[in-house]
């Protein structure tokens, strides 16, 4: 089992940033994949960004202007986001793997305004 707590949403304006945390407790030693996802209302949620043993993988929407990374001896992953644009508002949620068990934080809120 692994536990989640986000932290780092709230409002921003076009072409502004925020960083948002995850702070992992639990089984962290054995996961493999840390990711964020996020859900605007009325879609799917959407994988953003995710880092498995070093390597990342973004969404198209999001390269060049987000960043995923870990802190190991934190065990947290942060999401570095620039350039923000209205589209990014949505809900973004930690994600973590230990093959193919999935645990989800509870979601913070990101706001851009025009």
């Known amino acids: 089992q692994v536990q989640l707590v986000e932290s780092g949403g709230g409002l921003a304006q076009a072409g502004g940033s925020l960083t948002l945390s995850c702070v992992a407790s639990?089984?962290?030693?054995?996961?493999?994949?840390w990711g964020w996802y996020r859900q605007a209302p009325g879609k799917q949620r959407e994988l953003v960004a995710a880092?498995?043993?070093?390597?990342?993988n973004y969404a198209d929407s999001v390269k060049g202007r987000f960043t995923i990374s870990r802190d190991n001896a934190k065990n947290t992953v942060y999401l570095q986001m620039n350039s923000l644009k209205p589209e990014d508002t949505a809900v973004y949620y930690c994600?973590?793997?230990?093959?193919?068990?999935?645990?989800w934080g509870q979601g913070t809120q990101v706001t851009v305004s025009a």
């Open positions: 880092i498995t043993r070093g390597v990342t």
């Open positions: 994600n973590t793997r230990i093959t193919l068990i999935s645990s």
């Open positions: 639990g089984r962290v030693l054995s996961i493999n994949t």
